[in-house]
Structure formats: structure tokens, C-alpha cells
T-cell receptor, first 114, second 113 residues
Framework: DGGITQSPKYLFRKEGQNVTLSCEQN?????MYWYRQDPGQGLRLIYY???????QKGDIAEGYSVSREKKESFPLTVTSAQKNPTAFYLC?????????????FGSGTRLTVV | GESVGLHLPTLSVQEGDNSIINCAYS??????FIWYKQESGKGPQFIID?????DKRQGQRVTVLLNKTVKHLSLQIAATQPGDSAVYFC????????????FGSGTRLLVRP
């Protein structure tokens, strides 16, 4: 079945550590996105990529980094510079451009600072 | 812009009744509007979308209405079921080359048995 897979489901980070969240899709989608969701709030865009080897900052990129070396993969690194990283992280993919606008979302990674 | 507050607005309905969830959007130039459903601890699921040149679109048990004059979007769910309990988000698609989605802050739907 085609889909988008995020791992791990739960992640714990110590103060000062970098952690990397995985996102893989087999939908042959060009575009991939990372969103952050805080309790009781909507989704805020961290980074997005419309093509391999290219990505752009979203609204809250500070303290995060990404790479897009393969079409299928868009990992997100939460660096020690992110002062409040505890949140639910969602990865999504879509056909970019003139196709329908719907994203396919992964099931999320819940990151907690301990 | 960013959503504010820690508490989502909540709509409580009786099982079997119709539900109407509302959303105000900001960019009159957006070309697509989408509704997502998110259950606790899961990623959002696509429900229905509507192009900006339409006023109404129907799916299975759901209808989306778009009022561009007042920049308002609504989702109607017919014969609401317990499985409809979730948080519902509206989203608008950016009109620049990014095609990124901008999400609203969400509404929690609670279905009483």
C-alpha cells in the first residue's frame, strides 16, 4: 500500500541534544512538508521541499534543519537551538503544482524533552 | 497567522443530528480550501476540498460551503456518528509557487451518544 511513514512514534530528547525524525513516502509525490502541532492548536509549517535537493523555510524554521537527498525521504533534525521542542511533529506529502491540493499525512512523531 | 490560546472551540452534538463546523480564512486569493479530520494522536485525514470558483461541494455525508464574500468556509456533517468525534481543521492553499497549505486553529467535535 502507498503511504507516508514517520518514525519513531515517540521520541525523548535530553537538553542539548540533536534528534532526527524520519519521514518516508512511497506515493511518488514531489512535495514534502514538516508541520509542528502544539496541544490544542493548529499546524504550523517548519520546512517544505518541492523537489529533490531543494527546500524552503516555513513559518517556524528556527532551530530545525532538513535535507532532501531522495524523493522518498525528508528527515527533520531538531537541534539544540530549538528552545521548546516538545510537540507533535507531522510530515506530509503532495503532488506539487496543478494537481489537487490534498496532503497525505503521516501518523506523527511525539517529541518530548526530558 | 498563528493560532492563539490553548483550548480549541468545541461543538457538542447529539448522535444523529447534523453538525456544522465553521472556519474563517484570510486570503481571498486562495484557490483551494480543504477540510481535515484529526483523531487523537494521529495525523490529519483529508475529508473534502472545494475550488474557489465553487460555492458548494458534496461528499458522502459531508458538504462544504464556501462564501467568498465574507471569506467563510463551513463543513456540514449529516447524521453525526460517534466516529465523527475528532478535531476538524480547515486549510487554504497558498497562491504562490509553494502551493503550501495554511491551516486554521481547529474545532473539536464531540458526539454525545
Amino acid at each position: 500500500d502507498g503511504g507516508i511513514t514517520q518514525s519513531p512514534k515517540y521520541l525523548f530528547r535530553k537538553e542539548g541534544q540533536n534528534v532526527t525524525l524520519s519521514c518516508e513516502q512511497n506515493l511518488n509525490h514531489d512535495a514534502m512538508y514538516w508541520y509542528r502541532q502544539d496541544p490544542g492548536q493548529g499546524l504550523r509549517l517548519i520546512y517544505y521541499s518541492q523537489i529533490v535537493n531543494d527546500f524552503q523555510k516555513g513559518d517556524i524554521a528556527e532551530g530545525y534543519s532538513v535535507s532532501r537527498e531522495k524523493k522518498e525521504s525528508f528527515p527533520l533534525t531538531v537541534t539544540s537551538a530549538q528552545k521548546n521542542p516538545t510537540a507533535f511533529y507531522l510530515c506530509a506529502s503532495s503532488t506539487s503544482g496543478t494537481g489537487g491540493p490534498g496532503y497525505t499525512f503521516g501518523s506523527g512523531t511525539r517529541l518530548t524533552v526530558v | 497567522g498563528e493560532s492563539v490560546g490553548l483550548h480549541l472551540p468545541t461543538l457538542s452534538v447529539q448522535e444523529g443530528d447534523n453538525s456544522i463546523i465553521n472556519c474563517a480564512y484570510s486570503n481571498s486569493a486562495s484557490d483551494y480550501f480543504i477540510w481535515y479530520k484529526q483523531e487523537s494522536g494521529k495525523g490529519p485525514q483529508f475529508i473534502i476540498d472545494i475550488r474557489s470558483n465553487m460555492d458548494k461541494r458534496q461528499g458522502q455525508r459531508v458538504t462544504v460551503l464556501l462564501n467568498k464574500t465574507v471569506k467563510h468556509l463551513s463543513l456540514q456533517i449529516a447524521a453525526t456518528q460517534p466516529g465523527d468525534s475528532a478535531v476538524y481543521f480547515c486549510a487554504e492553499r497558498a497562491t504562490d509557487s509553494s502551493y503550501k497549505l495554511i491551516f486554521g486553529s481547529g474545532t473539536r467535535l464531540l458526539v454525545r451518544p
